[in-house]
C-alpha cells in the first residue's frame, strides 16, 4: 500500500499536498516555513516514518532535534502514537545540547581532561552548607553570587541572580565577543565584568574544566570546527538532520546543525518565525531569513492550513499577528468549521477571574482545558483556588521558586515573632523591614542584655531616641494582636501598619529591584491566606501548597486541566484555552512597553508572538480574561485585547469612535498634547472628560485616570489629532 494511504489508515490524517511534498523530499536542505497547527509536528513525524519504512533509513542515522527535553517526549509520544505498530525502530529525540553535551564528553575524555558539570540538579542543603565557608560550592548560581558580590560589594538579589543569568545563556547562544559585552542591554551592574570573571573563574579554578549548560553548546561547536575527524565521524553517522521548532534555535545551536549537516546538507529545518519567543535567551531568526542564501539549492515550503482550531480562532489570530513587522508574510487559514467568537471578559477585580475560571472548570464536561499565563506567579493562588475546590490539575512547568522567595520567608518571620517577641535571632532577620526603626546596634544591645524578656520592653528600658518612644511601644501591642488574627488581617497589618510595604518600596529604589514583582508576592500570599483561621494554618497551607505544586508534574496523563505559562504551552493544543491575567504591565510586560514607548520594537514584537502562541493554542474555545483592579490597584486591560476586540468587534468600536462631529482643532496652539509630550504620571484635561493623570502608554492607546470619570484607556492617535487633550498647567 502507498505510504500516505497506509498513513491514513493508521493515524487518521491524510496529509495535503504540501505536506506530502515534505515528507518526500529527504535528499538537500528543505526549509518548512508553518503556521501554528498547521501540522509540522505531524509531517517531521511522518517524514520519520517514512525515512524509515520507505527509505529504509536506519534509525540511528536520523538526528531529530527538539528544542526542550519536554518537547523530545512529547514528539517520542506521538511518534509511537503512528508507528509503534508498524515498526519497532526507535529513533532518538534529543535536544542539541544533549547532544552536545555527548561530543563534549567524548572530546574532553579523548584528550585525558576531567571536567565537572556546574549547573543542573545539585543538592541545595549541600550547597548551602558549603556557601558561607572560604571554597564558593562549585554550581553556576553560587559561583555567579560570589562573583556579583565581589564585584558589586553588595550581596546579589533574586532578581539580578535571574537577570545575570540570562545575559550569561544570551552572550553565549548568540556568540557575542568581548568587545560587543558591553553593548548586549542587562540591568545587572557590571553584568560583563561578573560574567568574564565567570569564565576565567571556571578555567582556572581547578585542573577540572567546569562547564554549565551554555558551555556544552560553545565547546561543542568549537570541538566541530577543531577536530576534523570527530566532525567527519558524526556528519556520517546522522545522514538525516530534521529540527523541530527551529525559530527558537539560537547562533550557536544554527552553526552546529549546520556543521553537521554537511556535506550532503539532508536537513529539514521546521520553522515559524511568528512562533519565536525565546529571543531574550538567545534565539535568533536571521538564520531562517537567511536559509536561502546558506543553501542556494534550497527547497522553501509553506504551510499555512491550520488544522487545529476554529474559524473564529484562526481568523482573528491571522489577523492579530500582523501588528508584527518584522516577519514573514503568512496568510493562515483553515477548513475547519466556525465554532464560537473569542470570549472577551473584562472582569471587576482579581478575585472574580479565579471564580470566573474555577466555574468554567468545574462546568466542563472533560474537555482538555488548559489555563495560560505569563508569569509563573499567576500559578500560585489559582493552584491554591482550585485545590480548595477539589480540582485537580496538571502543572506543566514547576516553578516552586515562590515558595522560597525572601518576602515568604519575612512574612513568616512577622508571624512567628508574634508568638514569642523574645525572639531577638528572628527580630534580627526583620527589624530595618518594619516602623520600629530598631537598628543594628539595639540589635547588638539586645544580644549582649540577653534578659529572655521581650526585646520590646528590654529597649524600653534603654534611652530610646524620641521617634522609636512611640514607635516601640505600638510595635510591641501590633506584634501582641497578631496572633490573635487571621493570616490576611495580619499580613495587611504587616504591610500597612508594621510598615513593610514602605520598607520594601524604600528597598526597591535603593537595589534596583523590581518593586511591582515584589508586591505581587505579598499579593498571591494574602490569596493563599485568605479564608484560612490561624497563622499556623496559613504557615501548614504554604508547605502543603509547595508540596502539590511540585507534584503536580506527576498529573500529566490523569488530568484534562493543564496549567502552563504561555512559554511552555509552545507546541500543545487544547479544546479550550483561557488565558489570564490579561492586563497592561504583564501582558505585555512594563519592560516591553517602556521600550516600546522608546520605538524599540523587538520586546513588544516578541510580546506579540507570544500572545499570538497562547491563542493558537485552542481548537475550539478562546477566553481572554482580564480585570480592572488588583487588590486596591486600578489596572488596565492589555493592549492585545483592544487588539482582539478590534478584529471581532469592528463595527462596534467604529460606531463608537464615529458618534457626532468634532469642531477642527488648531493643531498648532501651544497647549496642546503632542506625541513627545506624553509621559507616565502628567496632568492633562480632556475636553470631554476633564482633569486626569497619565497612567499608562503603550502602543496605540493611553489610559488616562480621570479626576471625575475614571480610569479611560484612549486610542493615542484620536485624542492628538482631534486636539483633545491640553497640558495641565
Ligand atoms: N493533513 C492533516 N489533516 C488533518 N489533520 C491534520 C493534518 N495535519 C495535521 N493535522 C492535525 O492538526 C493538529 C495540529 O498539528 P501539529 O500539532 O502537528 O501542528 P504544528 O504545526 O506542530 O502546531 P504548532 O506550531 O502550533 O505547535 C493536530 O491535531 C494534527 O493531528
Redesign the pocket.
Known amino acids: 500500500m502507498d505510504f500516505f494511504n497506509l498513513m491514513e489508515e493508521q ?1 487518521g ?4 499536498e504540501v ?1 506530502k511534498q515534505a515528507v518526500q523530499h529527504t535528499e538537500g536542505p528543505l526549509l518548512l516555513l ?12 511522518m517524514k520519520i516514518g517514512y525515512l524509515l519504512l520507505e527509505k529504509k533509513v536506519r534509525p540511528e542515522r536520523i538526528m531529530a532535534v527538539t528544542f526542550s527535553k519536554a518537547a523530545a517526549r512529547d514528539m517520542a509520544d506521538r511518534f509511537d502514537h503512528f508507528f509503534s505498530s508498524l515498526t519497532d525502530e526507535k529513533v532518538n529525540f534529543s535536544t542539541i545540547h544533549s547532544f552536545a553535551f555527548k561530543v563534549v564528553r567524548e572530546s574532553l575524555r579523548k584528550n585525558g581532561q576531567a571536567f565537572q558539570l556546574i549547573e543542573g540538579d545539585i543538592n541545595e542543603e549541600e550547597l548551602k552548607k558549603g556557601f558561607d565557608g572560604p571554597d564558593v560550592p562549585l554550581h553556576k548560581k553560587f559561583i555567579l553570587r560570589r562573583i556579583y558580590e565581589d564585584t558589586n560589594g553588595v550581596q546579589a538579589p533574586d532578581d539580578d541572580m535571574d537577570e545575570l543569568m540570562t545575559y550569561i545563556s544570551y552572550v553565549k547562544n548568540r556568540m557575542v565577543g568581548d568587545k560587543e559585552l558591553e553593548k548586549v542591554k542587562c540591568n545587572v551592574k557590571n553584568a560583563a565584568d561578573i560574567y568574564r570573571s565567570y569564565e576565567r573563574f571556571k578555567k582556572s579554578h581547578s585542573d577540572q574544566v567546569l562547564l554549565d549548560f551554555d558551555d556544552m553548546l560553545t565547546y561543542c561547536h568549537q570541538i566541530l570546527l577543531e577536530d576534523a575527524e570527530l566532525l567527519s565521524k558524526y556528519q556520517r553517522q546522522f545522514e538525516y538532520i530534521l529540527t ?2 527551529s525559530q527558537d534555535n539560537s547562533v550557536v545551536q544554527h552553526e552546529i546543525v549546520e556543521l553537521l549537516a554537511k556535506p550532503q546538507n539532508n536537513i529539514c529545518v521546521v520553522a ?1 518565525d511568528d ?1 519565536s519567543i525565546f529571543m531574550w535567551r538567545g534565539s535568533d531568526v536571521t538564520k531562517l531569513l537567511q536559509f536561502e542564501k546558506i543553501y542556494p539549492n534550497a527547497t522553501v515550503l509553506t ?1 499555512s ?4 482550531s476554529s474559524q473564529e480562532i484562526v481568523h482573528t489570530a491571522n489577523r492579530f499577528i500582523k501588528r508584527n513587522k518584522n516577519r514573514y508574510p503568512k496568510e493562515m487559514f483553515t477548513e475547519n468549521e466556525s465554532h464560537q467568537p473569542i470570549e472577551i471578559k473584562a472582569l471587576k477585580k482579581y478575585d472574580d477571574q479565579l471564580d470566573y475560571v474555577t466555574e468554567a472548570i468545574r462546568n466542563s464536561s472533560g474537555e482538555e482545558i488548559a489555563v495560560l499565563y505569563r508569569n509563573n506567579s499567576s500559578a500560585i493562588p489559582l493552584a491554591d483556588r482550585l485545590d480548595k475546590e477539589g480540582i485537580g490539575f496538571y502543572m506543566r512547568d514547576i516553578d516552586a521558586k515562590f515558595f522560597k522567595h525572601w518576602i515568604v520567608e519575612d512574612i513568616l518571620n512577622f508571624m512567628r515573632f508574634s508568638y514569642n517577641d523574645r525572639r531577638i535571632d528572628v527580630l534580627e532577620r526583620i527589624h530595618t523591614k518594619m516602623n520600629a526603626y530598631i537598628s543594628k546596634q539595639q540589635i547588638a544591645y539586645l544580644k549582649r542584655r540577653n534578659t529572655k524578656e521581650s526585646v520590646f520592653d528590654t529597649l524600653l528600658e534603654s534611652e530610646l531616641p524620641s521617634y522609636q518612644q512611640k514607635a516601640i511601644p505600638k510595635a510591641k501591642k501590633l506584634f501582641q494582636d497578631l496572633n490573635q488574627m487571621n493570616p490576611y488581617k495580619a499580613i495587611r497589618t504587616i504591610r500597612e501598619k508594621l510598615g513593610y510595604d514602605h520598607a520594601i518600596g524604600k528597598m526597591a529604589d535603593k537595589f534596583g529591584f523590581n518593586a511591582e514583582q515584589l508586591f505581587s508576592v505579598l499579593d498571591n500570599l494574602e490569596q493563599i491566606a485568605e479564608g484560612l483561621g490561624s497563622l499556623k494554618d496559613f504557615a501548614f497551607r504554604l508547605k502543603e501548597l509547595e508540596r502539590l505544586i511540585q507534584t503536580s508534574k506527576f498529573n500529566k496523563n490523569k488530568s484534562s486541566l493543564t496549567l502552563t505559562t504561555f512559554h511552555s504551552a ?4 487544547y479544546d479550550k484555552v483561557y488565558m489570564i491575567d490579561l492586563i497592561n504591565g504583564v501582558v505585555p510586560s512594563k519592560e516591553d512597553m517602556d521600550r516600546y514607548r522608546k520605538s524599540e520594537t523587538d520586546l513588544m514584537e516578541e510580546a506579540v508572538r507570544l500572545f499570538y ?1 497562547g491563542m ?2 485552542a481548537r475550539t474555545n478562546l477566553e481572554l480574561l482580564s480585570y480592572q483592579y488588583k487588590g486596591n490597584e486600578r489596572v488596565s486591560e492589555s493592549m492585545f485585547v483592544g487588539n482582539v476586540k478590534k478584529i471581532v468587534q469592528p463595527a462596534a468600536m467604529k460606531s463608537s469612535t464615529k458618534k457626532g462631529k468634532r469642531p477642527v482643532p488648531d493643531l498648532n496652539d501651544e497647549r496642546l498634547l503632542k506625541y513627545e509630550d506624553i509621559e507616565l504620571g502628567r496632568e492633562v484635561f480632556h475636553k470631554k472628560f476633564g482633569k486626569g493623570v497619565i497612567s499608562e502608554y503603550g502602543g496605540d492607546q493611553i489610559g488616562i485616570q480621570f479626576e471625575d470619570v475614571g480610569y479611560k484607556e484612549l486610542l493615542v492617535k484620536v485624542c492628538l489629532n482631534n486636539g483633545l487633550l491640553i497640558k495641565f498647567y
Do not use: I
Open positions: 493515524t490524517v491524510r496529509l495535503n505536506q508553518a503556521s501554528p497547527g498547521s501540522g509540522k509536528t505531524t509531517t517531521l513525524n523541530d521548532e515559524d512562533q504551510m492550513q491550520n488544522y487545529r509552545k507546541g500543545l493544543e502562541v493558537t493554542r
